[in-house]
């Protein structure tokens, strides 16, 4: 099968975004290579190994690819998607270049060929992430092994972000916590969660296709009977009358870093109760997505945790870490902990 290879040469700060507009343009796949020079710092603490070759992609750049469906007109495309990558710049989001190029490729040749670079990786003191093609034999006592098959659409986990995120769970997960996940993408941190001792956890998506990949990832971990996974947004869970209606909301009602949260939900009545295998307020909230999308809703965090509980979250470029900051105090959280991997920021927010 011959599929339509887009290529846009950009920045590390801007990937997330313009692979999110790459997906509402009717991509099937987006791949991302970032800077592979010597000069760049790897977090080896827990062993991660980095077997992608070196590239000659500058510091702070990144190439990203979409693939579109042969009969898809790449006219339109890029009629639809060369715009919005300049409007980032009217966002504070730095595109870089953009340089945008197509051609036309053979399956074969991009659908599987990532796969060889993605190996078992220990991510935290007690988290292990497995692809599922891949054999792995647990190495030290009490480690936990998360399975996982993100698809061509979801992250692998190996993003700072996830592993951010998912140190700062395992440093505040005790037991019998119950866990709400914002925009889980393929549902790596609700199934960490878990496996971290939590009791229950909530994944949402607003992405149907993100549901469909959490809830298969669910079933491969074997947490079906504690992980509830639905199609919906913090604000319809808590009965809130209509969604944040920001432009960032507006501009792009399914921005991820795989993943997010938005205005563009229809949703506007309160999800039941009895289906959401949590009971409200719960104890933590974690929303790996993006800073644009995290100011937006910090007031709705709020409401959904217990007093004392904790917001940890990320998917925040180290230029937005202010902006984060002053909505998260704004909303009445403390500041409990800055953690940074790379570029990339992650806070732990506790409510007063």
């Not at 040749?109 to 497995?130: D, G, M, N």
């Not at 960490?192 to 998506?205: H, I, P, Q, R």
């Amino acid at each position: 099968m011959l599929w339509h290879e887009l290529t846009i040469h950009t920045t590390e700060e801007a990937q997330e975004m313009i692979s999110n507009l790459m997906y509402e343009a009717g991509a099937g796949g987006v791949s991302i290579e970032e800077s592979g020079t010597l000069n760049k710092v790897r977090d080896t603490r827990y062993g991660e190994l980095y077997d992608q070759p070196l590239n000659d992609i500058p510091e702070g750049e990144a190439v990203i690819k979409g693939y579109y469906s042969e009969s898809v007109s790449m006219e339109e495309v890029l009629a639809e998607f060369t715009p919005r990558v300049e409007e980032l710049r009217g966002f504070g989001i730095n595109p870089g270049k953009a340089i945008i190029s197509w051609q036309t490729v053979d399956e074969d040749e991009w659908a599987h060929a990532w796969k060889q670079y993605f190996k078992p990786l220990r991510v935290s003191e007690r988290l292990t992430i497995k692809p599922t093609w891949e054999e792995y034999t647990p190495t030290h006592p009490g480690e936990a092994i998360i399975e996982l098959d993100p698809g061509m659409a979801f992250g692998t986990g190996t993003h700072p972000t996830t592993a951010l995120c998912l140190r700062a769970l395992e440093k505040n997960i005790t037991g019998g916590e119950e866990v709400i996940d914002v925009g889980t993408g393929s549902g790596i941190l609700a199934v960490g969660a878990m496996l971290l001792g939590a009791k229950s956890v909530l994944a949402l998506d607003l992405d149907p296709v993100a549901v469909e990949s959490a809830r298969e990832n669910v079933l491969l971990n074997r947490l079906e009977d504690r992980i509830t996974v639905k199609e919906s947004d913090l604000l319809s869970l808590l009965g809130g009358e209509g969604a944040a209606d920001s432009a960032a909301g507006d501009m792009w009602p399914s921005a991820r870093p795989g993943h997010t949260l938005s205005d563009s939900n229809s949703h506007n009545e309160p999800v039941s109760q009895d289906s959401l295998g949590v009971t409200l307020p719960v104890k933590i909230v974690v929303a790996n997505i993006l800073a644009e999308i995290i100011v937006l809703f910090t007031d709705d965090v709020y409401r959904a945790l217990q007093p004392g509980g904790l917001y940890i979250t990320s998917g925040i470029y180290k230029d937005k870490e202010g902006l984060v900051e002053e909505a998260l105090t704004k909303s009445g959280f403390d500041i409990i902990e800055v953690s940074r991997e790379e570029d990339w920021v992650a806070f732990t927010a506790g409510k007063r």
